[in-house]
């Protein structure tokens, strides 16, 4: 099954509810418009009414469904209740002067309504930078326990092929704890995808096949994710094609449970990582959709600035699946 078609099914009748700051940027609009048609989420969009209503005239489209909220005519008492307790989140960081300033900003708005449970996850990015989309989930939805930072994995779909790679978007120089972390996020949102996760943690060495620094890291964040989760298959330190062909898996890492069999693939840094799933999307023809952020205690999404409209559809689908795992 397609892996939307799949996720799709999942979430219908859920009643996941995603909030979309960037509530008068058509693409936005367009994609709201057509999940609350096709049933899959209840979209909350952030915006003045008539200039949300004006796009989707524009656009021609219905937004029957469609819960258009504007932040500046938000009644008070809900509007206090928010302050207060964003000031709260923030342990005396801010004071009311500024959090109301903060509250100012759709995205701080948008990561409040998710934080006090008014909206299940949010979806943003298509006319912010990554910044303003993370910030302010980081300092009010913050990890989940246990874990330390969020990291970026991308989902790899071609056909019935299906893998997670990460992390390719956030963590540039990782360490041996925040690699482990990431190994085991990535386990958790393969299960989201229905990947039955065999985790590779990916090197130029295979099982002590070189030397180096770098091949210490992979081997010591093995261990730690090994001892963090025992019940996954994690294995390591191993080159991509030990990792991923059999016959070279029997070969290179003998009695290996993920060796020749890995479908997620956890690379040493975000350089290859980045370098990989490119190389995967553009030579292997392989859908890249992401990136998908980890680690979060509410699922929050950051678009591409060059999104489109079915980009938007599709990350506020996986968004609404996170959300049921939250």
């Given at each position: 099954?397609?892996?939307?078609?799949?996720?799709?099914?999942?979430?219908?009748?859920?009643?996941?509810?995603?909030?979309?700051?960037?509530?008068?940027?058509?693409?936005?609009?367009?994609?709201?418009?057509?999940?609350?048609?096709?049933?899959?989420?209840?979209?909350?969009?952030?915006?003045?009414?008539?200039?949300?209503?004006?796009?989707?005239?524009?656009?021609?489209?219905?937004?029957?469904?469609?819960?258009?909220?504007?932040?500046?005519?938000?009644?008070?008492?809900?509007?206090?209740?928010?302050?207060?307790?964003?000031?709260?989140?923030?342990?005396?960081?801010?004071?009311?002067?500024?959090?109301?300033?903060?509250?100012?900003?759709?995205?701080?708005?948008?990561?409040?309504?998710?934080?006090?449970?008014?909206?299940?996850?949010?979806?943003?990015?298509?006319?912010?930078?990554?910044?303003?989309?993370?910030?302010?989930?980081?300092?009010?939805?913050?990890?989940?326990?246990?874990?330390?930072?969020?990291?970026?994995?991308?989902?790899?779909?071609?056909?019935?092929?299906?893998?997670?790679?990460?992390?390719?978007?956030?963590?540039?120089?990782?360490?041996?704890?925040?690699?482990?972390?990431?190994?085991?996020?990535?386990?958790?949102?393969?299960?989201?995808?229905?990947?039955?996760?065999?985790?590779?943690?990916?090197?130029?060495?295979?099982?002590?096949?070189?030397?180096?620094?770098?091949?210490?890291?992979?081997?010591?964040?093995?261990?730690?994710?090994?001892?963090?989760?025992?019940?996954?298959?994690?294995?390591?330190?191993?080159?991509?094609d030990a990792a991923f062909v059999e016959k070279v898996g029997l070969q290179k890492a003998p009695g290996s449970k993920v060796a020749?069999?890995?479908?997620?693939?956890?690379?040493?840094?975000?350089?290859?990582?980045?370098?990989?799933?490119?190389?995967a999307q553009r030579f292997g023809n392989f859908e890249a959709v992401g990136p998908i952020l980890q680690g979060l205690n509410k699922?929050?999404?950051?678009?591409?600035?060059?999104?489109?409209?079915?980009?938007?559809?599709?990350?506020?689908?996986?968004t609404a699946a996170q959300g049921l795992e939250a």
């Amino acid at each position: 099954m397609d892996l939307f078609t799949s996720l799709a099914k999942k979430i219908t009748g859920k009643d996941q509810t995603i909030v979309f700051p960037e509530g008068t940027e058509p693409r936005i609009v367009g994609a709201a418009a057509r999940l609350a048609k096709d049933g899959l989420v209840k979209p909350i969009v952030l915006g003045p009414a008539a200039k949300v209503d004006s796009v989707a005239k524009d656009l021609n489209v219905d937004l029957t469904g469609v819960q258009v909220l504007d932040p500046a005519t938000y009644p008070a008492a809900d509007k206090q209740a928010m302050l207060d307790a964003l000031v709260e989140r923030r342990k005396g960081k801010n004071t009311p002067e500024q959090a109301a300033k903060m509250l100012e900003d759709e995205n701080y708005f948008g990561t409040m309504l998710v934080y006090l449970g008014k909206a299940d996850g949010m979806v943003s990015g298509a006319v912010h930078p990554t910044g303003d989309t993370v910030r302010p989930a980081l300092q009010i939805i913050k990890t989940k326990p246990g874990s330390h930072r969020i990291s970026g994995a991308f989902i790899m779909q071609k056909g019935d092929e299906r893998y997670v790679f990460a992390d390719c978007a956030i963590n540039i120089d990782p360490d041996a704890d925040t690699l482990a972390e990431i190994a085991t996020q990535s386990a958790h949102t393969a299960k989201v995808f229905d990947i039955d996760p065999k985790i590779a943690m990916l090197s130029f060495s295979t099982k002590g096949s070189a030397k180096g620094d770098m091949v210490t890291k992979v081997q010591e964040a093995t261990a730690k994710a090994q001892a963090a989760e025992p019940d996954l298959a994690i294995d390591g330190e191993m080159q991509f094609d030990a990792a991923f062909v059999e016959k070279v898996g029997l070969q290179k890492a003998p009695g290996s449970k993920v060796a020749g069999h890995a479908n997620v693939f956890v690379f040493p840094e975000l350089q290859s990582g980045n370098i990989g799933y490119k190389i995967a999307q553009r030579f292997g023809n392989f859908e890249a959709v992401g990136p998908i952020l980890q680690g979060l205690n509410k699922p929050v999404s950051d678009l591409s600035r060059g999104a489109s409209e079915e980009d938007v559809y599709k990350v506020a689908i996986i968004t609404a699946a996170q959300g049921l795992e939250a």
